[in-house]
């Protein structure tokens, strides 16, 4: 039970600072928002560790824990600036296929996942693929899913403003 409850704060945590991120890339540039987030986030685990305790930690472990924290920045500062830029009902699905890559990683190195969590999978790459021919007429050409991709020169460039792309 314990897990489960872990597994609903974080899906409501992130969902919440997802929603809230974008919402704010909208109106601020996307770097401004992660230089204020991040931080605060940096504080809160502090803060967390100092009340729970934590486990040491090797060096080695700590050098994989410091590289996913610069990935997922990196992924924040993309999905951001996506959000920034397009329509969240496009780009919110699409970036949340990055569960695909540890799961690819699991397969190659052996895991054995459940006929039902591979099931999984399908709805969730079919609704993506959906994505990209569920366009409204009205809808500008430049918000679909085609072109949620177009994040990524601003993601290099540090711009976040739709009309600098």
Do not use: E
Not at 32 to 40: E, I, K, M, R, T
């Amino acid at each position: 039970m314990g897990a489960l409850i872990i597994s609903l704060t974080s899906a409501f945590s992130w969902g919440v600072s997802d929603f809230l991120g974008g919402l704010t890339s909208r109106r601020l540039p996307v770097l401004g928002v992660l230089a204020v987030s991040q931080p605060v986030g940096l504080v809160l685990i502090g803060l967390t560790v100092l009340l729970f305790g934590a486990d040491p930690i090797s060096a080695d472990k700590f050098a994989i824990a410091a590289l996913a924290g610069a990935a997922s920045l990196a992924g924040l500062w993309a999905f951001y600036a996506a959000m920034a830029m397009g329509t969240v009902s496009v780009v919110a699905p699409v970036a949340s296929l990055g569960v695909v890559v540890p799961i690819a990683v699991g397969l190659a190195r052996g895991d054995a996942p459940a006929a039902i969590q591979l099931v999984g999978l399908v709805p969730a790459i079919a609704g993506v693929v959906i994505l990209g021919y569920g366009r409204a007429p009205s809808t500008p050409a430049s918000l679909g899913f085609r072109s949620c991709w177009r994040f990524w020169p601003a993601w290099v460039s540090g711009s976040s403003s739709p009309g600098s792309i």
